[in-house]
């Protein structure tokens, strides 16, 4: 049976560096959100750094895909990195980590985009991102065959900022076969694709996450279970993440509440993404909804109990044999 799994997004090398509140009032901007920045303005806060940032394969998607790939999973990625050192260290990792790297795109034009990820002493993370070449990603760039192979498509929500390619991703996934789950982002990321998700999701999506903002972004107020009801309308399958609380799920009549792993967080980062990853998982292998949502409560779990996006592979092979053992 086919069960691999392509992700579409932005692939960004995220720089991790601890730092304390005073850094992040200079910086200025809220804490905890997240800026686009030029890169002369990416340079000089690396400069001001106390301590030279871990380097780590980053974006949102791309954050789903690695962890899945540590999970066994046969998977790929889509997007666009520059003809420079990060992007060669962006491919050679994901290789590395056991993810296909041949349907990455190669520019010129543009450097690879870098995600500067500032963590507080509160575990918390204030990002900076210069996209750079991530944004090239164009629908020229993309037909069925880059889809071939793979019974799902996973799209972050951040591609809805460039609506044709959003489109144009999802068309030639669906041409090829696929499933489609998205992953909404940001609560900006639903507020700007306001006019068109609602058709989007009727129409095209399989399976659609949202954390607590953004499923009060979709709504207009806070109520994760009538976000959850709303979601459900427009698509079969619906998670909504409450962070350490647990997350609501959804899919025909069907609805789970599972918590979250009791851990001591570290750093939040790339959380979520792998929420989705274990989800994801599961439902590919037709587990029950309460196994996906407890696989995605263990990888989200395991991320925040130290620095980056992804768990390294030695403990996502713990989890994999951890999720063997859980009731279907």
Not at 170 to 175: G, L, P, T, W
Request: charged share 25%; glycine share 10%.
């Amino acid at each position: 049976m086919n069960s691999a799994v392509i992700g579409i997004g932005s692939p960004i090398v995220d720089l991790l560096a601890r730092v304390d509140d005073k850094f992040i009032e200079a910086a200025g901007g809220g804490k905890g959100g997240m800026m686009l920045v030029e890169a002369s303005a990416m340079a000089d806060l690396c400069n001001r750094l106390p301590e030279e940032p871990e380097r780590a394969p980053g974006g949102s998607a791309a954050n789903t895909i690695r962890a899945m790939a540590g999970l066994g999973r046969d998977t790929w990625f889509l997007g666009t990195v520059g003809d420079d050192e990060t992007g060669r260290f962006y491919r050679d990792r994901l290789e590395y980590e056991g993810v296909h790297a041949d349907r990455i795109r190669v520019i010129s034009a543009r450097p690879t985009g870098r995600c500067l990820s500032l963590i507080t002493p509160d575990s918390q993370r204030t990002m900076r991102t210069c996209l750079g070449a991530a944004q090239a990603l164009c629908p020229e760039m993309i037909t069925a065959d880059d889809f071939t192979g793979c019974a799902l498509a996973h799209i972050e929500g951040y591609l809805l900022y460039d609506r044709q390619t959003a489109v144009k991703a999802i068309e030639s996934a669906r041409e090829a076969g696929c499933a489609v789950s998205l992953d909404l982002g940001s609560f900006e990321v639903v507020e700007a694709a306001r006019d068109i998700l609602p058709d989007l999701l009727r129409d095209d999506i399989d399976i659609v996450f949202a954390n607590e903002d953004e499923a009060k972004a979709f709504i207009g107020r806070d109520d994760p279970e009538a976000a959850l009801e709303a979601l459900l309308k427009l698509t079969p399958t619906a998670a909504v993440k409450l962070g350490p609380r647990g997350a609501l799920m959804g899919r025909g009549d069907e609805r789970v509440f599972v918590p979250a792993e009791s851990v001591d967080a570290v750093d939040t980062t790339g959380a979520g993404d792998c929420w989705a990853a274990g989800f994801l998982h599961g439902w590919l292998d037709g587990r029950s909804l309460r196994w996906c949502g407890q696989a995605g409560a263990l990888l989200g779990a395991e991320t925040v109990t130290r620095i980056g996006a992804v768990p390294p592979m030695d403990a996502l092979a713990d989890i994999r044999r951890r999720l063997e053992k859980l009731n279907n």
